[in-house]
Nanobody, 123 residues
């Protein structure tokens, strides 16, 4: 079973930046779609970004395109979400998550996730 541990959340003013990290362990399959989703109180879950561990595909929600960048480390078991020009509407709990197989190009559907890390953006 894949285990995920997130870090890097916190509080920042609008326009600031944060970098989230996710360490994965326990891979079974050759390729995974790994990424981040967020959930704010009273709002639906939103897939934010995802990347195939084989490098074949990357996904970004329209709400974060041009501001967020997902990347993976050389060992492909560490993932990062660089968040720039943060807005108050980015405030949410962010979860590192994944699913076996490559990303499909659309909004990702994840089958496992980490514990989450809070991101709070003040105006």
């Amino acid at each position: 079973q894949v285990q995920l541990v997130e870090s890097g959340g916190g509080s920042v003013q609008a326009g600031g930046s944060l970098r989230l990290s996710c360490a994965a362990s326990g891979y079974i399959y050759n390729t995974y779609c790994m990424g981040w989703f967020r959930q704010a109180p009273g709002k639906e879950r939103e897939g934010v970004a995802a990347v195939s561990t084989d490098g074949s595909d990357t996904y970004y929600a329209d709400s974060v395109k041009g501001r967020f960048t997902i990347s993976q480390g050389n060992a492909k078991n560490t993932f990062y979400l660089q968040m720039n020009n943060l807005k108050p509407e980015d405030t949410a709990m962010y979860y590192c998550a994944g699913d076996p197989g490559p990303c499909t190009g659309g909004s990702p559907i994840f089958s496992f996730r980490g514990q989450g890390t809070q991101v709070t953006v003040s105006s």
